[in-house]
């Protein structure tokens, strides 16, 4: 198993930028996909991004292609989002997650998650 946790959160103004970052207490870090989740109040969890076990495969929803970018530090058991341009509509709790099968859209098919970290970005 590996344990999660979420930091770089925080508040933001539209246009602005943050740094989440995922660091993980677990050896085999490399061994797992990673993927980042959000989940506004009230909404389901969406998927945000996700990048395989050596980084060299990454996929991104729609609605952040070309503003976040996914990236991990195998060295450093890290994986980060760096997110760009941000409006209100990316206000959320952001959630990292694991697994060993799959590069996946679906938080079903994760199977460790972090606590989150929130995201609040202002008009």
């Known amino acids: 198993q590996v344990q999660l946790v979420e930091s770089g959160g925080g508040l933001v103004q539209a246009g602005g930028s943050l740094r989440l970052s995922c660091a993980a207490s677990e050896r085999t870090y490399s061994s797992y996909n990673m993927g980042w989740f959000r989940q506004a109040p009230g909404k389901e969890r969406e998927f945000v991004a996700a990048?395989?076990?050596?980084?060299?495969?990454?996929s991104y929803a729609d609605s952040v292609k070309g503003r976040f970018t996914i990236s991990r530090d195998n060295a450093k058991n890290t994986v980060y989002l760096r997110m760009n341009s941000l409006n209100p509509e990316d206000t959320a709790v952001y959630y990292c997650?694991?697994?060993?099968?799959?590069?996946?859209?679906?938080?079903?098919?994760?199977?460790?998650w972090g606590q989150g970290t929130r995201v609040t970005v202002s008009a």
């Open positions: 997650a694991a697994d060993r099968l799959v590069v996946s859209r679906k938080a079903e098919d994760y199977a460790y």
């Open positions: 990048i395989s076990r050596s980084g060299g495969s990454t």
